[in-house]
């Protein structure tokens, strides 16, 4: 059982390079999200998902794209990478969305942005 | 308005003793779950445990248990018999709400937990 799977690891982009970090999770969550972690601020939620084909924005959601395709699936687009963004990018999912559901972690992402 | 609020950024415990780390929070929602996740250096998320609004008795999950003081809107965690696996960083998170859908998990800033041996 994988759980919350999380690529790339490591990833280097240069301003205004696009890219998409994938996320899967084997465990037919219906809750999915994408957290960033960065120093002094803890976890910040970008976007969530609560089913297939429905997704939204989260506290710090520009810069970003998502959608949800599959029950699977919820990958995280970059548009226009910029130096702001680089962060620890954590994926999470939930079987619901009740208040008494807790989040499974992916590994994370460690983005860079030159 | 911050929700959550983690007032330690850094903690040092004699390794064998126990460790209390604070958390308060903010809702007006009568629905609501605290939970504790640990970061160790390798940058995991892990599962701790979870202390519903419900709930009538603290939570325990072996070596660790969470004060809910709810009148004081706290929950802190308490590690007790600490050992040098427990230091890591550690974020107190509430997910609130009534809803069916779209509960989201809000976390605070994270306390730092050394073991000293």
């Known amino acids: 059982n994988a759980g919350v799977t999380q690529t790339p690891k490591f990833q280097v982009l240069k301003t205004g390079q696009s890219m998409t970090l994938q996320c899967a999770q084997d465990?037919?969550?219906?809750?999915m999200s994408w957290y960033r972690q960065d120093p002094g601020m803890g976890l910040r939620l970008i976007h969530y998902s609560v089913g297939a084909g429905i997704t939204d924005q989260g506290e710090v959601p520009n810069g970003y794209n998502v959608s949800r395709s599959t029950t699977e699936d919820f990958p995280l687009r970059l548009l226009s990478a910029a130096p702001s963004q680089t962060s620890v990018y954590f994926c999470a999912s939930s079987y619901g969305s009740s208040y008494n559901s807790p989040l499974h972690f992916g590994n994370g992402t460690r983005l860079t942005v030159t | 308005a911050q929700k959550i609020t983690q007032t330690q950024p850094g903690m040092f415990v004699q390794e064998k003793e126990a460790v209390t780390l604070d958390c308060t929070y903010d809702?007006?929602?009568?629905?609501?779950?605290l939970f504790w996740y640990k970061q160790p250096s390798s940058g995991e998320m892990i599962f701790l445990i979870y202390?519903?609004?419900?709930?009538?008795q603290n939570a325990t999950e072996g070596r660790y248990s969470l004060n809910f003081q709810k009148a004081r809107k706290s929950a802190n965690l308490v590690i007790s018999a600490s050992q040098l696996g427990d230091s890591a960083m550690y974020f107190c998170?509430?997910?609130?709400?009534?809803?069916?859908?779209?509960?989201?998990?809000?976390f605070g800033a994270g306390t730092i937990l050394r073991v000293k041996s």
């Open positions: 809702t007006s929602d009568p629905s609501y779950g």
């Open positions: 465990m037919n969550h219906e809750y």
């Open positions: 202390q519903g609004s419900y709930d009538q």
């Open positions: 998170a509430m997910r609130e709400g009534d809803m069916e859908y779209g509960n989201k998990l809000v």
